[in-house]
C-alpha cells in the first residue's frame, strides 16, 4: 500500500458493478413483490409479436397464457382473465419482441412470472437505470465541478424507487426517462438534433414523454436560436414517425390511438387518482370516492385538475422566462416544476408517475442545495407509492365496487318487507351509509398512513416551489 488516493474513475467502476450486483439479485424477488398483472401483459404482448410479428400488436388482444401466482403462501399457476390490446407506442414494442424471443429460448413453457421472465423483460429497465443516472452526472456537470458530478451517478444508481420501479415492479419509466434526461442535457447544450431525435425515441417508448412538451416550448421561446429548438422539436416528431412507420404501413394510426390517445382521454378518464400521493388522493381520503366526474364546487375534479395544472404550469412558465432571462439553469428548474405540478395536480395520476420527477429534483438539489429538503421527501413517498402493494391491504378506491354491491344487495332484498329488515337494510341509502362505515373502519389502520404520506407529498411539493422561486439567477452552485 503507497497510501496514494484511488482514482476516481474507480468511484464510477465500483458504482456501477455494485449497482449491477444489486439488480441482478433483486430480480428473483420480482415474482414475490412485484406486480404480476403489468407483468403478464408484457410477457403476452412481446410473445404476441414473436408469434405474428410486431406490427400485429395493435390489431387485436394477445392469446391468454399461463402465469405464476402466490397463493396463501404456495404458487398456483393460472391465467388471467383480461385482456388489453398493447398500449405502449412502437419503440417498447421492439424491444419487448426482442425480450420475448430470448425469453421463448430461455424459457421452452413460457410460464410467466419467473425469475426467467423477469430477467428477460426487466433487462432494458436495468440498462436504462445506468443510461439515466449518467445523464443526472452529465446535467450536474454543466453546473457544478468535484466529486459532487460522480456522487451524482450514485446517488441516482441506488435510489431505492428507481430500481424497484425498474427491477421489483418491472415497469419501463426508466426507459422513458434514459432518453429524457439526456434529452434535457442536449437542451441545455443546444445540441438541437440530438434533442429533437433522444424527445422521439423517448415518445417512441411511453406516451408520459408528452409531459416534456413544455420543457421543448420553454426552450423554444427562452433559447437562441428560436429557429433551432423549433427544427429540434421537428426532429423529434420526425424520429418517433420513422420508428412508428412499419406499424402505419399495416394499421394505419391505430398505434396512436392506443398508446396515446386513448392512454390520454379514455383509459383512466374517470379516475381521480391511481394510488399517487397527490391532491386527489386527500379527496379520495375524505370522501372514499375516486370519481373524477363528480362536482366539487359544481365543476368536475377533472376539470378542476386541468384547471389547476394551466395555472401552475402557466405560471411557472411566464416566472422562467421573466426570472431567468434564457439562462440554462431555468429551463432545469422549469424541467422539475413542470413535472412536479403533472404530479400533483390533474387527475388520472399513476402512482409510478412521481418517479420521473426525482431525477430532475435529484439533480437541482445537487446544484441547489436547499432542494434536498424536497428531493429526500419526496423520494420516500415515491418508494412508498410503488411498494404500495405489499402494504396497502385494503384499496381506498374498493369503496366504489362496495356501494355497488351494497345497491345489489338491497336490490335482492326488495321483494322482503321494510319490517323484517334491520333498520340499516331498508333503503338504499341506509345500506350504502352502512357499508361506507364499515368499509372506513376497515381501512382505518391504514388511513393514518396514507394521510402522512399524502401530506408529505403536498408539503414537500409547495415547499419545492417556494424554494425554487428564491433561486436567484445570479447563485453560484456551491461546487466541490
Known amino acids: 500500500m503507497n497510501g496514494r488516493p484511488r482514482k476516481p474513475i474507480w468511484f464510477w467502476i465500483d458504482a456501477s458493478v455494485i449497482g449491477l450486483a444489486l439488480r441482478l439479485l433483486l ?12 407483468h403478464d401483459d408484457f410477457v403476452r404482448w412481446g410473445l404476441k409479436a414473436v408469434d405474428d410479428g410486431p406490427t400485429t400488436l395493435y390489431d387485436n388482444a ?3 397464457m399461463n402465469f405464476r401466482v402466490r397463493d396463501e403462501g404456495q404458487w398456483a399457476t393460472t391465467q388471467r382473465h383480461f385482456d388489453r390490446l398493447c398500449n405502449y407506442p412502437p419503440g417498447s414494442v421492439y424491444r419487448l419482441a426482442l425480450s420475448a424471443w430470448v425469453f421463448d429460448r430461455a424459457s421452452p413453457e413460457r410460464l410467466a412470472n419467473t425469475a426467467a421472465s423477469h430477467y428477460c423483460f426487466s433487462f432494458w429497465a436495468i440498462i436504462a437505470d445506468f443510461v439515466t ?3 443526472c452526472a452529465a446535467i450536474v456537470a454543466r453546473f457544478v465541478s468535484g466529486p459532487w458530478v460522480r456522487w451524482t451517478y450514485a446517488i441516482m444508481l441506488f435510489l431505492p424507487p428507481i430500481w424497484w420501479d425498474s427491477v421489483i415492479w418491472g415497469q419501463s419509466d426508466s426507459i422513458l426517462l434514459a432518453p429524457a434526461v439526456w434529452m434535457v442535457w442536449a437542451l441545455l447544450a443546444r445540441r438541437w438534433v440530438l434533442a429533437g431525435v433522444l424527445f422521439g425515441v423517448a415518445a417512441s417508448m411511453k406516451p408520459q414523454a408528452i409531459l416534456f412538451l ?6 423554444i421561446v427562452m433559447l437562441r436560436p428560436r429557429w433551432k429548438a423549433v427544427a429540434g422539436l421537428g426532429v423529434g416528431v420526425l424520429t418517433l414517425l420513422i420508428i412508428a412507420l412499419p406499424f402505419n404501413l399495416h394499421s394505419g394510426w391505430a398505434w396512436w390511438r392506443a398508446s396515446y390517445w386513448e392512454n390520454l382521454t379514455s383509459t383512466y378518464a374517470s379516475m381521480t387518482t391511481l394510488k399517487a400521493f397527490n391532491v386527489w388522493y386527500a379527496d379520495l381520503l375524505i370522501t372514499l370516492s375516486d370519481d373524477a366526474k363528480i362536482p366539487l364546487l359544481g365543476v368536475t375534479r377533472d376539470m378542476w385538475g386541468k384547471v389547476l395544472l394551466a395555472v401552475v404550469l402557466g405560471g411557472s412558465f411566464v416566472w422562467t422566462l421573466v426570472r431567468w432571462r434564457g439562462r440554462d439553469a431555468g ?12 404530479m400533483m395536480l390533474p387527475t388520472q395520476v399513476h402512482e409510478r408517475y412521481l418517479v420521473l420527477v426525482l431525477p430532475f429534483l435529484g439533480v437541482s438539489a445537487v446544484i441547489w442545495r436547499r432542494l434536498w429538503w424536497a428531493f429526500v421527501p419526496l423520494t420516500i413517498v415515491a418508494m412508498a407509492q410503488v411498494s404500495w402493494p405489499i402494504w396497502m391491504t385494503t384499496e381506498p378506491v374498493a369503496m366504489k365496487d362496495l356501494m355497488e354491491v351494497a345497491q345489489a344487495a ?3 332484498l326488495k321483494d322482503v318487507p321494510a319490517e323484517r329488515l334491520p333498520e340499516d337494510l ?8 352502512a357499508f361506507r362505515e364499515e368499509y372506513r373502519k376497515m381501512r382505518g389502520p391504514l388511513a393514518p398512513v396514507e394521510w402522512t404520506l399524502t401530506l408529505v407529498a403536498l408539503a414537500s411539493t409547495v415547499y419545492a416551489f417556494g424554494a425554487a422561486f428564491t433561486i436567484r439567477p445570479d447563485e453560484r452552485p456551491p461546487s466541490g
Not at 430480480?27 to 403489468?38: L, N, S
Not at 413544455?214 to 426552450?219: C, E, I, R, Y
Request: no cysteine; glycine share 8%; hydrophobic share 50%.
Open 62 to 64: 394477445p392469446p391468454r
Open 27 to 38: 430480480v428473483p424477488a420480482a415474482p414475490y413483490f412485484g406486480y404480476p398483472g403489468d
Open 410 to 412: 338491497h336490490e335482492n
Open 426 to 433: 331498508r333503503t338504499t341509502d341506509r345500506m350504502v351509509a
Open 133 to 135: 443516472a449518467a445523464g
Open 214 to 219: 413544455p420543457v421543448w416550448a420553454l426552450a
Open 331 to 342: 429551463l432545469l428548474l422549469f424541467t422539475m416544476l413542470g413535472l412536479l405540478a403533472f
